[in-house]
Nanobody
Framework: QVQLVESGGGLAQDGDSLRLSCAAS???????????WGWFRQAPGKEREFVAA????????IYADSVKGRFAISGDSARNMIYLEMNNLKPEDTAVYYC??????????????????WGQGTQVTVSS
């Protein structure tokens, strides 16, 4: 089992930056690199959507078109942490953001149902 806890959400204004963190615990120790990691978000009244992901193999991260060039995903295996750096935030980025882990991550990282573990989410609200 892997437990994921997100933090770093909050209120921001148009153009601001926020950094989300995801702390992984459980069976991640010594196997952190065997997981692929993703960030998803869900706005009120909308379906959950893919934001960013990083594969265990070290391939280049992938991003949704809506955040490309503004968001950056990274991982710190020594601390079992996953980060989402969000720059130039826009009101349409308002959502609950979720961290997710996929064992091995050989499949499509943009598909949420393929992930094995999820955090509880952290709210990000961007005002204009």
């Amino acid at each position: 089992q892997v437990q994921l806890v997100e933090s770093g959400g909050g209120l921001a204004q148009d153009g601001d930056s926020l950094r989300l963190s995801c702390a992984a615990s459980g069976r991640t120790y010594s196997t952190f690199s065997r997981y692929s990691w993703g960030w998803f978000r869900q706005a009120p009244g909308k379906e959950r959507e893919f934001v960013a992901a990083i594969r265990w193999s070290g391939d280049a991260p992938i991003y949704a078109d809506s955040v490309k060039g503004r968001f950056a995903i990274s991982g710190d295996s020594a601390r079992n942490m996953i980060y989402l750096e969000m720059n130039n935030l826009k009101p349409e980025d308002t959502a609950v953001y979720y961290c997710a882990a996929m064992i091995k991550g050989l499949q499509d990282l943009t598909i949420g149902r393929l992930y094995h573990y999820w955090g509880q989410g952290t709210q990000v609200t961007v005002s204009s």
